[in-house]
């Protein structure tokens, strides 16, 4: 079965700060780009970050540039995306997919989700 699982998420307050891991089972992620999105209650899933394949190619929503960073380990088929300095209005449930290029709007495959909630 061909899956992606993030981990990672719970809560913490303003200024902390989370790291999520995303792993695949069933495939390689070193196949793909890895983009991590997220939806907040009410509001429509964003991309925040992508990471090519080889990891050359990365980039960041203006939300979060400088504060979020994304990498990715191949032999451990990991992607990681580190949180810091984290608001409020991070609240989301965060979600890794695998892409063909970061380039593209299609997504292969989605993971279920990690929670991540950022208390005042």
């Known amino acids: 079965q061909l899956q992606l699982v993030e981990s990672g998420g719970g809560l913490v307050q303003s200024g902390g700060s989370l790291r999520l891991s995303c792993a695949a089972s069933?495939?390689?992620?070193?196949?793909?780009?890895i983009g991590w999105f997220r939806q907040a209650p009410g509001k429509e899933r964003e991309g925040i970050s992508c990471?090519?394949?080889?990891?050359?190619?990365?980039n960041y929503a203006d939300s979060v540039k400088g504060r979020f960073t994304i990498s990715r380990d191949n032999a451990k088929n990991m992607v990681y995306l580190q949180m810091s300095s984290l608001k409020v209005e991070d609240t989301a449930v965060y979600y890794c997919?695998?892409?063909?290029?970061?380039?593209?709007?299609?997504?292969?495959?989605w993971g279920s989700g990690t929670l991540v909630t950022v208390s005042s």
């Open positions: 069933g495939f390689r992620l070193n196949s793909y780009s």
């Open positions: 997919a695998a892409k063909y290029s970061c380039a593209t709007i299609i997504v292969d495959y």
């Open positions: 990471i090519s394949r080889s990891g050359a190619s990365i």
